[in-house]
């Protein structure tokens, strides 16, 4: 009686400790995802479990540089996906950490902005690694009290009329913002694209840099340290995310934004799955979900950043009135050539040459900006 | 099973044991001694000593640019780039210079307060001053430097002071100059506890003898209280000094374009560059130079009221 007892007590015990053991047989597993904090909601990944079975287990990271280390930490088995910004996704494909993704199988696609469907940040020889999720232009930031006229041009932030109010990313990635001023002001340098600069394209954009650091009140690490620098007046104009413009605006601060003449940069985020993945079935059916017009639009206004999907723009405004024209969801292919997406900076400068500054140099370079 | 249950057996067994076990260390007290000690030494070598080590191993080691990947063989190059890059010497300077001037900042300003505290002030009023000291530490440190931001910026309370009598506006939100307010208020109590703690050591009668020897008040504070009182400088410094070398937040939210301390630096090398082993090589540098400052405050006797 006893013995069977604890034999039965001891079954329900194992039964009880490894409930999680018998429910992954049965629904889709889990993925481990690696993402930017609020890209994994529960208001689009709670119906996403329903819908499919599959669990996810999300790890914020907090720079694409600590997603890069985080999906190559435990030999690269540790996560299935990662939310991967332009200047990290090149690095993951070149260090063979994610694989191709068939874009067949992603029912949504067709509906992507031509701009989206094959990015040179995430499509490498005709392959995708992984599919477009959403993006946003780095615009210029100003104070509308204190700068006039209205600028027009990035000009404004390397011009010493704003001496001491000026404030710009702190990110290596900057460097493509002075490239790209360049390219459109000094046709000589012979700057094609800011992200594939020769040795002395690249010393002209941080020679650029550092006559711009006089001017520099502060390079801003957070977005919340660039709201205070405007909120305060410590700053009149500088570099910017549409994230800052839309909470100062609601705070009643007199700033616009804008993409100046010379175009912008700007970032595009992509869902890349890991090539060690165990679960390549629940990771299709995300990535299918994620495309959607609606969890598209649901993100973007979340985060307030802009969809791929051009079927997002309708639920958008639903959602929140205006939001669509807002972020640009429904602007026009000539809108995306001026914006000349993050991608990570490589030695090969896609034109045959190999003498390009890779991701190391911009990132000495900048440390070295600083002082 | 009848042995079993006998008690008498079973407590002379455990008495004699005790007995033995309590003989061997009466007989070898250094036994004693380190029976008690080994697992406090064990454990202070995992944490402090293995990270150390850790960290010096690192630094000769190198990344491969490309794959982010630690290569495992002995080399000099970060030390060489250390040495060569005249960034890495800028930012160690300003580092140990802001450093430096916070702890002469607090020293002058810790000296009157905990002369106060020990020798003026009644009991009531010391245990309301000790209070007022160890305010600031409840709150939390970034709570204390983010209202340090309101104060100094532009729009914010200094200059809203300075207009209204009539002066003129103090641009010192995100400079060095900030960095160094920020870090003197904030590392303040630090410096005031050893200070008091030597002041209320000295006691009375030398003060009545340096008097009866005709000596007036700045005579024996310059020839009395101040030597007595070094000790406790110097361990303060120790803390004012060290805290302010190894700290990389106050430099992000109240330094301006020209701010990077050493933290900064190591923190970007391992999260920007995935390069661990040259952040490990630059955090040798304020190893090494709080070795050379504490060998320094030995002479000076900081270590003697230990």
Redesign the interface.
Known sequence: MTKRMWALLATLAVAAAFPAAGATKQTGGTLNMIAWEGYLQPQWVTPFTKATGCTIHAKYG??S??M??LM?SGGGNQYDMVSASGDASL?LI??KDVQPVDPSKIPDFKNFGQAFKSPPNNTVGGKHYGISLQWGPNTLLYNTKSVKPAPTSWAAIYSPKYK?KVTVPDN?IQIADAALYLMKTNASLGIKDPYELNPTQFNAAVSLLKKQ??L????W?LAS?EI??F????AVIGASWPYQTNTLIADKAPVKDLVPKEGATGWLDTWMVSAKTKNLDCAYKWLAWISTPKVQAQQAIYFGETPVNSKACAIMDKLSKGSCAQYHANAPLKYFKQIYFWKTPIADCGNGKKNCM?Y?KW??A???L?? | MAAGLDPTQGLSNGVGARRRFGGALWRRPWLKGAALLSPPVLGFLLIYVAALVALFVYAFWTVDPFTSLTIHSWTLDNFRELWHGSTYHTVAFRTVSIAAAVTVTDAIIAFPFAYLMARLAGPRTRALLFILVLLPLWASYLARVYAWRLILNSDGLLNWSLHKVGLPSAGIAYTNTAMWIVFSYIWLPFMILPVYASLERIPHSYIEASRDLGAKGGRTLRSVILPLALPGVVAGSIFTFSLTLGDYITPVLVGGASSQFIGNVVYDSVNQASNLPFGAAFAVVPVVVMGIYLLAARKLGAFDAL
């Open positions: 907090g720079s540089d600590e890069v280390t190559r690095r070149y260090g001491g290596p650091k006089p520099i009140k502060k390079y690490a340290d205070s620098l909120k305060n007046n410590d890779d190391t990132q000495q900048w440390t070295q600083k002082g």
